[in-house]
């Protein structure tokens, strides 16, 4: 699976809609180059997307951030996807 929203991408990992296993890849709007901004996207995604699972949520993200899962277009300067069709890209047929 190919996520386009780290916030929501995880919070379906969170509620057990998919599994971090299948998750190819998230290409997040995310624009983070040090642990300092990786910590406070984290703190302020648990005061909304995750508050109910913020330990969960940590796992997933140092895990999808450790195997190289997390990529953001915006570190390089290009845009992220947008995300009006839904957050996970749907497989070819």
Request: glycine fraction near 6%; aromatic fraction near 10%.
């Amino acid at each position: 699976m190919i996520g386009l929203s780290l916030s929501f991408c995880i919070q379906d990992l969170i509620e057990g809609k998919h599994s971090i296993n299948d998750v190819h890849v998230i290409i997040t709007s995310t624009k983070c180059r040090t642990e300092e901004e990786w910590d406070k996207l984290y703190t302020q995604y648990c005061q909304s997307y995750w508050k109910q699972s913020p330990a969960k949520a940590y796992r997933f993200l140092i895990q999808l951030r450790a195997s190289g899962r997390i990529v953001q277009p915006r570190v390089n300067g290009q845009e992220p996807f947008n995300i009006s069709g839904g957050h996970w890209l749907k497989p070819l047929s």
